[in-house]
């Protein structure tokens, strides 16, 4: 379709496990974009600004992962309602004039892995963790009109912080200590959004009930020992791969404003998993 050479690539620290590469760039191949290329940026949060201004014409979009989410907004002239909303943006894209617009991907894909699963209105939502993820999750938690949403984290004051961010979502949050992780399971939906290892002492002691739809967002290792023990109880399991997935299509189709190849996408990160 295009031999015009555009760029886009995923920028974060650290940045080399990334499988975005893989999944944009078969996007690319299967649309015919044969100009365009994905690639990895090292890029800590205070470094984003200034890598960002320097970027020439051919960019057309970024992909951002932790820890610059936030460092994005302060770069583009246009913020949606869903990145100002939960106050990070894993999305820029070039605008025709050359400022970059932010989005964050990440609510959507998460509504549509969970809604996938089988999640409806009027759930019943555990977050575990307080961090940037743990916000998109509460995105989520409002799309879905979930019933209630509690939060579980180890620092009460990063629950607090959560506390704007609930509010311009229209989200009542209840806050609970990390030992009651393991009895607050029981919810309708499980979100995971703590780092790796951080819930595994949950695996062997979390009373899991079958109709439970439980997402981790790690996706290295897979299956982590809360997602395997959810597995073996009957849950229905959601992995970050699949929302990897879905917020990669939702950046593709804004960085090259044409309809994914979502098949050709997921059986690159399928052979590369």
Request: charged share 15%; aromatic share 4%; with cysteine.
């Amino acid at each position: 379709m295009s031999a015009v050479a555009r760029r886009a690539a995923v920028l974060g620290k650290p940045i080399a496990h990334s499988l975005s590469p893989v999944i944009h760039n078969a996007g690319y191949a299967a649309a015919g974009l044969d100009g365009w290329s994905y690639t990895r940026i090292e890029c800590a949060a205070a470094e984003l600004p200034d890598l960002v201004a320097g970027l020439g014409p051919e960019w057309a979009g970024l992909s951002v992962t932790m820890p610059g989410k936030e460092a994005a907004l302060v770069v583009a002239a246009e913020v949606s309602p869903v990145a100002a909303a939960v106050g990070a943006a894993n999305t820029l894209v070039r605008r025709p004039d050359g400022s970059w617009y932010a989005d964050n991907t990440d609510v959507t894909g998460m509504v549509e892995v969970l809604t996938e699963a089988g999640v409806r209105e009027g759930a019943t939502v555990t977050v575990l963790g307080a961090g940037g993820t743990a916000r998109a999750a509460l995105a989520a938690a409002a799309r879905l009109h979930a019933a209630g949403v509690t939060v579980v984290a180890r620092r009460p004051a990063a629950v607090a912080e959560l506390a704007p961010v609930a509010h311009t979502l229209g989200l009542t949050v209840t806050a609970a200590p990390w030992s009651d992780a393991a009895a607050l399971a029981e919810a309708d939906v499980l979100i995971s959004t703590v780092p790796k290892g951080a819930a595994d002492e949950l695996a062997g002691t979390v009373r899991w009930r079958p109709g439970t739809v439980v997402f981790d967002a790690i996706y290295d290792p897979w299956p982590t020992p809360l997602a395997a023990s959810a597995g073996a109880a009957g849950c229905r399991i959601v992995s970050g791969l699949d929302l990897l997935l879905a917020q990669a299509v939702g950046q593709f189709e804004q960085f090259t404003g044409i309809p994914a190849p979502r098949a050709a996408m997921s059986a690159a990160l399928s052979a590369a998993t």
